[in-house]
């Protein structure tokens, strides 16, 4: 069974900082390209960040210098740090996997930037 376990989110005021982890059981982890998406509220999903199997990362022009996405092929966990939080970033952050058809999603982590 597959399984994409996000953690770390909660409020954190305007320019403060939080760290995502996503922990990824039930695939060749190693396989897979990993992404994170959010969903701010009243809007769609979109693409903030991946990195592929072979570590080449990709985002979104709004977090670029601020966020930075890695993963721990040993430890099946992929990671989002994001710096100087805006109010803007506020969203439910999803983990995401794909390896050829195969495309996976964990049920979210809450992110609020607030004062």
Not at 53 to 78: H, Q
Not at 86 to 110: M, Q, S
Request: proline share 3%; hydrophobic share 35%; aromatic share 10%.
């Amino acid at each position: 069974q597959v399984q994409l376990v996000e953690s770390g989110g909660g409020l954190v005021q305007p320019g403060g900082s939080v760290r995502l982890s996503c922990a990824a059981s039930g695939i060749i982890f190693h396989l897979h390209d990993m992404g994170w998406y959010r969903q701010p509220p009243g809007k769609e999903r979109e693409l903030v960040a991946d990195i592929s199997s072979g570590g080449t990362t990709n985002y979104k022009d709004s977090v670029k210098g601020r966020f930075t996405v890695s993963r721990d092929n040993a430890k099946n966990m992929v990671y989002l740090q994001m710096n100087s939080l805006k109010p803007e970033d506020t969203a439910v952050y999803y983990c995401n996997a794909i390896f050829r058809h195969f495309n996976y999603w964990g049920k979210g982590t809450l992110v609020t930037v607030s004062s």
